[in-house]
């Protein structure tokens, strides 16, 4: 297939797929069409798999070229890690079954700010702050002893946001990819950095 072909065969599941964004995968080493004697770029259904495979784990998971890159590298194909996972859209009593909590805990988490308000369908991260605030609320920790979580990762946004407005601001092509791709990767450091210190503090309260 030709580039054109791959794109409009991915568009339907992937609007935001761009020729752009595909030629970005490429320079990135993530996916190695064919070059047809004249040079055009040659897709088989093998490489539309993985291409498939990378626009998911961006999407669903939200990782970073260099994780999904290592994942494609340490499986057989590339639908073995993730791919088959669907995307979360749950209505709010499928949300409360799943992460096992009553209606007050959803009404509080809203209340704080936790999760949207009136939500009518609810993504994976919403599925995550009711699981995790389920399971807080075993050791006394409510919704509305973590503002401070939510006030912290609110911060932690902004200096993403500072990092990547340079990016936007360009007008290049492939800019757009390039900001995401460092959104990414900057979430990944923030999280590694934020658990680190994390783990220094308990160490401290357990004086260890």
Same mark, same amino acid.
Do not use: C, W
């Given at each position: ?45 093998? /490489? ?53 909590? /009553? ?24 599925? /995550? ?47 757009? /990819? ?31």
């Amino acid at each position: 297939m030709s580039i054109g072909e791959v794109l409009a065969l991915l568009q339907g599941e992937f609007p935001e797929i761009t020729i752009s964004k595909i030629r970005f995968l490429e320079g990135e080493g993530l996916i190695e069409p064919q070059r047809s004697p004249s040079g055009y770029r040659k897709f088989t259904h093998t /490489d539309v798999e993985r291409l498939r495979f990378i626009l998911t784990a961006q999407r669903d998971q939200y990782l970073p070229l260099r994780v999904i890159k290592d994942q494609l590298a340490d499986t057989p194909g590339p639908r073995a890690v993730g791919a088959e996972q669907p995307q979360v859209r749950l209505t709010r009593e499928e949300l409360l079954a799943a992460a096992e909590i /009553d209606e007050e805990t959803l009404a509080e988490l809203e209340s704080y700010g936790l999760i949207p308000a009136g939500a009518r369908r609810y993504d994976a991260d919403a599925l /995550d702050v009711a699981r995790s605030v389920g399971g807080l609320a075993r050791f006394g920790l409510h919704a509305r002893h973590l503002r401070s979580v939510k006030a912290a990762a609110e911060r932690e946004a902004g200096l993403l946001e500072q990092a990547v407005a340079p990016l936007l601001r360009r007008r290049a092509p492939g800019a757009l /990819d390039h900001a995401e791709e460092s959104a990414r990767e900057i979430s990944v450091l923030l999280l590694r950095l934020h658990a680190a210190l994390l783990n220094e503090r308990v160490r401290g309260v357990l004086g260890r």
